[in-house]
């Protein structure tokens, strides 16, 4: 049978404009871990099948040839966590530069979702507290069993004191929030990558990003309203009319 | 007690029934419980091609109809949405598969077994004789295999029930047929599953299979 113990590591599919547009690429890419089996990577219709060591090892090669290709002072994908790096990838033809700057906590801008309605908001250090990104402010993940629960302790452990956080050109922290929020709580400074890009191309753009978030939550609530309408249908149809 | 009289009623006749028409059905679950009055369901494995005749006999018993539905449901590889038949009153409900399929780990989608795994569930079944009528259960491995899947997929844990039930069974069955017949569903994890089992490590079991590495 299927393996029903399957989880999917991550996966990214083209919307409709990027399959009408960009027909030379796949559809889709899906990491899957098929529990007690193996690794699979999916490509549309082509399947690699790999033991954890070998997904390990292809990981590496991978993270290599990245370093060759990104031609960038200051990039090393070994420092850049995977899950920033799946989100910036997408604007990595527009990197301009990386740059080491020291960042005053006043002029730096954190993304929480910490609201009632979970929507990003960017935040100066001084207007959140600890609870507020420690335990209110969720990030999506694609991983089912991603733990969620951001243990403070472990990440003051493992607090190196040359970390450095990725910041955009605007000082809005991209990877490594909670870190700089617990450096910051000791020092007023800190180092800090800024990446740049080409034409703007990731900055954020609030406005923009509240229009689509709105539009996929309308769309998600229609679907739902419309399986609960055929559900209802199907219903009545079996209870008064087969019955 | 009235209640408890006319539920027992009411299922003898519906078997009495089924064996009249020579309808097989294999109870999947808790067969030791069929007159318990706090069982949920009785969940049974039936043909398809036996649909008709067993909607016909349970509807003239007084059970209304509904199926799972596939607007909610992602039923993947021609998996089988589950049909109900239930009567309130009598606390009734016969929850019918014409399939074995479990949910996915991530999404929650009904996978069904192989072919092959169904044709051996329904070749080995045993043949349960009560005073009025008869049924069939699973051989003591399909039996296992299946009450394992059931709580790793399907419930996330194991009730007690489930483990009196599994540890019964795991000092009955032979390792190596145990093994060669986990092995589609549990690949590498089978041997692992197996020690957890006989060391009645029930309440790890989930967490150890989600963050399974040896393979």
Known sequence: ?243 | MNKKLDNKKKITEIFKSFNQESIDIIILRKQENLFDNNNDDIDILASYKDFKKLKKILKKNGLLFYSDSKYINDYLYKSIPHHHFYNKNLGLNFDISFDISYRSINNQEFIPIDDEQLDYIWGNKIKIIKNDFYFFQMDKYSQIIHLISHCIFDKKNFSDYYRNKISELIIEIDKTIFFEMIEPIFYKYKKRLFELIKDQKFDNIFNDYISYKEY
């Open chain 1, 1 to 243: 049978m299927s393996n029903p113990g399957v989880i999917i590591l991550d996966t990214k599919k083209k919307n409709i404009i990027q399959r009408i547009f960009n027909r030379n690429s796949f559809r889709y890419v899906q990491i899957e871990d098929n529990i007690g089996e193996a690794i699979h990577i999916h490509f549309d219709d082509f399947r690699i099948e790999l033991s954890i060591k070998e997904f390990f090892e292809i990981s590496s090669c991978f993270k290599e040839a990245l370093n060759q290709v990104v031609d960038i002072k200051n990039f090393d994908i070994n420092e850049i966590d995977p899950l920033f790096f799946k989100y910036a990838s997408i604007n990595l033809e527009d990197l301009e530069s990386i740059e080491i700057t020291t960042v005053h906590k006043n002029d730096v801008s954190f993304l929480l979702n910490n609201n009632k309605f979970n929507f990003y908001k960017l935040n100066k250090f001084k207007d959140f507290t600890e609870r507020d990104l420690f335990k209110i402010n969720k990030e999506k993940r694609t991983h089912k069993f991603y733990n969620n629960n951001i243990d403070k302790k472990n990440i003051l452990k493992n607090l190196n004191k040359d970390f450095k956080p990725i910041l955009d050109e605007d000082f809005i922290v991209r990877d490594g929030k909670h870190r700089l929020f617990l450096k910051f709580q000791t020092n007023d400074t800190s180092e800090a990558y800024i990446w740049r890009f080409k034409n703007k191309s990731f900055k954020i753009n609030i406005f923009a990003y509240y229009f689509v978030e709105i539009l996929n939550r309308t769309i998600n609530k229609l679907k739902y309203i419309i399986k609960k309408f055929l559900q209802k249908t199907k219903n009545f149809y079996e209870k008064f009319l087969q019955n």
